[in-house]
């Protein structure tokens, strides 16, 4: 599993671009998120592939190549922070209740709407958090789930920034 | 100064210093065919809006700038579809320009709509569709930048006819590129650069793959310079062809499954590989388990996603190879190689012997003769413009090419169906030479409607037809891998002389060996279109070959007894 992020032009057909790429490549694409940055013309997009290393670095390359694509970096082995948020309709009745009360507190998860016969826990983690959570909740009944897909980013000083419109950049378009 | 976009296309595409544009006009992009008659643009109406992409293609491959090719929308998109994928495998910078049907008609499934850049997302650099007069100029300007820097490749802008019949003001110094603010990769990595260097200065038995890249970055001075210092002995890919004299003798010549066999040796017996502006690509390496067993390898490549993709590199040098190899040079040392060029000659000492020039003439006629006597007449310096399959590894291995962007070919692709209108767009680009068009007569049939276009044009390229009543190359294969059994692929043709003279084109039909010269002669002294078609051997082999998947030692070998096979009848 390969751990890349983007930064891309956030207009109509990018993810389209990048999702293709994927399908050309032959890469099964395990998660793909995207969300704004704080600047409004770049999109961020973190992208789980199911692939090895070489295939990672042949994404991370071909991705970069696409010309809305501003950055591709392949972050599989850095320290890296990754978050998955779920949303679990879940069965609970009189009976039920406090059992799982106690489950959500231990998963640090929370209760976010109330139902007489049903919950809904928000739950945010690694992807193994959220799958322990699900696991101990499937005996209650899981009605329905959704979730986020992963975020990451990178620890520490380890900073992964939108490359800015640089003077070089422009010149050389200039220039031919 | 207001113009309507269409005008305004027009305008930039002058602005960017476009003469030609091969198209075909339609409903969808009828503005701009309006705006281009009161233009100095000329327009070439093609036959086939896929020969108007292949023309556009030759014209980029002949000239090095950038091919401009035109289609309405719907089924003229489409049928540059082909087009399209072509100039994306060889890295041609090719400009299409489709027309759309209106804005507020997308998605309505209208009279020919197509989601042409849907379509196109996967065989372009890059696409675009642009439904506001305003943003015309900025758009092209946008795609000739990215079509030819970089790795070059084909860009498609699908205009909205309302933004062609739209009007607005036209500022051209105003409408100013505003590509994404990509990120610089540091292209020199100095930790490769000094790995490269010691590779270099250290091998024993060292090889150049040069392919392509070196002609599109015009490196190929820097490229010579590196070889005389290095002293390494050069193979080509078909596509590189061009980018090192053929008459140099340390040009081995072309590698691959239908490269000579001391080229395929070489590379095998290597101690290092060097490969620049080349993709490693399956034609050219065989089996990758057995491809170069003990060779290091260095990868001079502008394109990032090319490393260690097929052949894992020891030193990836990224970069325009022009650039990296005037940088690389300084550092390399001048070594002894006598043993590793004289081993090398005694192999290809070997192989001579085969070649089919070698034999005495016994009436019948080969293709490769009629290659030979074509490259002899015309001293190597036409541009031959090839189709795909075995006249196109003839003419790689019989006509030695001095000059870069002198053989025009299909080779990621394999088009059938190229050579007529690419040598089309190549004689548009370069008028003053000498184009040749090589092709089989399979490739032939699939887009001979040129002819028109020719013949329209007023212009002057010869076509040799080389003629052998099969699809040769897949009844090669049939013949070597599917024990003989020739399932559709004898192949009934016209009396192509006498199709010619229908078009209005002088038409010759050669059957013996002996008229060949005489033919390319007086070919070559009309000053119009000449067409021969060429009755060659009808079974013959391209040899050496690498059986696809086989290791690239493993080739069948030139027989020493040539087929003796009736001569094709007239």
Known sequence: MQTLVAYVENKPGVLNRVSSLARRLNVNIDSLTVGPTENPEIARMTIVAHTDEKGGHRLEASLEKLVDVLLAENITERALLERDLALIKVLADQQSRPHLMELIKVFRARVVDVAPESLIIEVSGTVDKIDGLLEVLKPFGVLEMARSGRISMTRGGDLLRPPVASSATEQSAAAR | ?570
Request: proline fraction near 5%; include cysteine; glycine fraction near 8%.
């Open chain 2, 1 to 570: 100064m207001k113009l309507t976009g269409a005008e305004i296309l027009c305008e930039s595409l002058t602005q960017l210093g476009v003469q030609h544009i091969f198209g075909y006009p339609g409903g969808a992009i009828l503005p701009v065919y309006d705006a281009l008659g009161k233009s100095k643009l000329h327009h070439i109406l093609v036959r086939h809006e896929q020969g108007a992409t292949h023309m556009a293609d030759g014209y980029a491959r002949a000239s090095g700038g950038v091919g401009v090719a035109m289609a309405t929308s719907g089924p003229g998109a489409t049928n540059m579809v082909t087009g399209i994928a072509t100039a994306m495998l060889d890295s041609s910078p090719v400009v299409c320009i489709t027309g759309q049907v209106s804005s507020k008609l997308l998605g309505s499934d209208a009279f020919q709509e197509i989601d042409i850049t849907g379509i196109t997302m996967p065989i372009t650099k890059h696409n675009v569709v642009v439904s506001r007069a305003e943003d015309i100029a900025r758009t092209v300007r946008e795609a000739f930048i990215i079509a030819n820097t970089g790795r070059p490749g084909p860009v498609l802008v699908d205009i909205t006819k309302d933004a062609q019949q739209a009007s607005c003001e036209f500022d051209w110094d105003a409408s100013v590129p505003k590509l994404p603010a990509k990120r610089v990769r540091n292209n020199h990595d100095q930790a490769e650069f000094d790995r490269a260097i010691e590779l270099l200065n250290t091998a024993k038995r060292p090889v150049i793959l040069a392919g392509r890249g070196i002609i599109l970055s015009g490196a190929m001075r820097a490229f010579e310079q590196f070889v005389r210092t290095c002293n390494i002995p050069v193979a080509m890919t078909l596509l590189g062809i061009g980018c090192f004299p053929a008459s140099d003798p340390m040009n081995l010549g072309m590698m691959g499954m239908h490269g000579e066999a001391w080229v395929n040796h070489a590379i095998q017996e290597s101690d290092l590989l060097i490969a620049v502006g080349m993709r490693f690509d399956d034609r050219v390496t065989g089996d990758l388990r057995t491809y170069a067993k003990g060779a290091r390898k260095i990868h001079i490549e502008i394109d990032r996603a090319e490393i260690n993709k097929n052949v894992k590199v020891d030193a990836a040098l990224i970069g325009d190879a022009r650039e990296t190899l005037e940088k690389l040079t300084p550092h390399i040392s001048n070594p002894d190689r006598g043993a590793w060029l004289s081993h090398i000659k005694e192999l290809k000492g070997d192989s001579a012997v085969r070649d089919i020039q070698s034999l005495p003439d016994n009436g019948h006629l080969y293709a490769a003769h009629v290659i030979n006597d074509l490259w002899k007449e015309t001293r190597g310096e036409a541009i031959v413009v090839t189709d795909v399959g075995q006249h196109q590894m003839w003419e790689a291995q019989y006509y030695h090419h001095n000059q870069p962007r002198t053989l025009v070919t299909s080779g990621g692709l394999g088009t059938m169906g190229f050579a007529l209108p690419a040598a089309i767009g190549a004689k548009f680009a370069k008028p003053d030479s000498e184009v040749w068009v090589v092709v089989g007569d399979g490739g032939f049939q699939m887009t001979m409607c040129e002819l028109a276009t020719i013949v329209q044009e007023k212009i002057n390229i010869k076509i040799a037809i080389i003629n052998n009543g099969f699809l040769g190359m897949v009844r090669q294969w049939q013949e070597f891998f599917y024990d003989k059994r020739y399932v559709a692929t004898p192949l009934v043709a016209p009396d192509f002389a006498a199709l010619a003279n229908a078009f209005g084109i002088r038409g010759e039909r050669i059957t013996q060996r002996g008229d060949v010269l005489s033919a390319i002669r007086s070919a070559r002294e009309s000053s119009e279109t000449v067409l021969i078609d060429f009755r060659v051997e009808q079974e013959d082999s391209v040899y050496p070959m690498v059986p696809a998947g086989a290791s690239l030692h493993e080739m069948i070998r030139r027989p020493s007894n040539p087929l003796v096979e009736t001569a094709t009848e007239p």
